[in-house]
């Protein structure tokens, strides 16, 4: 699986977007950009994910560079329930859905 | 549905006791998979199935068994706890092989004394 790099962490004001880039440069063409999340003390929550094209959910949207080699998760509007460390996974849609292999993330840190 | 659910929340252990983390979930998924996380440090895998009756190794297999009789559970065991493997112990599950997304469940924080 091809390694990501993130920034360790980030702040962010209240009310403003976030915008969190990752690094994927090696990503093979099989493989999805994935973002999941973790609040303090808590499992991780999937966020959203996508193969070449921008993805937009409730949640987030997520921006792909066309040659994908890096992509840049949204928060449209964060609040300090979004204040928790991001993860970005590349992992290919075939094989064993069991692997994702997390890093160390970016710790987002939502302020008033 | 309850989602993925895991028991205990927490638990202590004297160096050398043996223990089984519970993992249940009510969705149906086929795929279900032992994480551990240590401060500072992302989930790095542990065992995973792909199934009732079939499981594999992960990065960190050593001290850990695992069986899958049901699709619905996935027990993790510590044969004989170590101080090393205080940790933080998540399971997850997702529905199919390919992209879906995992469902993790709130974690079981394990003290080895």
């Known amino acids: 699986d091809a390694k990501t790099t993130q920034p360790p962490s980030m702040d962010c004001a209240e009310g403003r977007a976030a915008n969190l880039p990752c690094n994927h440069s090696?990503?093979?063409?099989?493989?999805?950009v994935y973002w999941y999340r973790q609040i303090h003390s808590q499992g991780p929550q999937y966020i959203i994910h996508?193969?070449?094209n921008n993805e937009t959910n409730e949640m987030a949207s997520l921006i792909i560079t066309e040659d994908r080699k890096s992509s840049t998760l949204i928060l449209p509007h964060a609040t300090l329930r979004d204040t928790a460390v991001y993860y970005c996974?590349?992992?290919?849609?075939?094989?064993?859905?069991?692997?994702?292999?997390f890093g160390t993330g970016t710790r987002l840190q939502v302020t008033l | 549905n309850a989602g993925v659910t895991q028991t205990p929340k927490f638990q202590v252990l004297k160096t050398g006791q043996s223990m089984t983390l519970q993992c249940a979930q009510d969705?149906?998924?086929?795929?279900m998979s032992w994480y551990r996380q240590d401060p500072g440090m992302g989930l790095r895998l542990i065992h995973y199935?792909?199934?009732?009756?079939?499981?594999d190794q992960g990065e960190v297999p050593n001290g850990y068994n695992v069986s899958r009789s049901t699709t619905e559970d996935f027990p993790l065991r510590l044969l004989s706890a170590a101080p090393s493997q205080t940790s933080v112990y998540f399971c997850?599950?997702?529905?199919?092989?390919?992209?879906?997304?995992?469902?993790f469940g709130p974690g079981t924080r394990l003290l080895v004394l």
């Open positions: 997850a599950s997702s529905y199919r092989q390919g992209k879906e997304t995992q469902y």
């Open positions: 090696t990503i093979s063409g099989n493989e999805y």
């Open positions: 996508g193969l070449k």
């Open positions: 996974i590349v992992r290919p849609n075939t094989g064993t859905a069991s692997k994702l292999t």
């Open positions: 969705m149906n998924h086929e795929y």
């Open positions: 199935s792909v199934g009732a009756g079939i499981t």
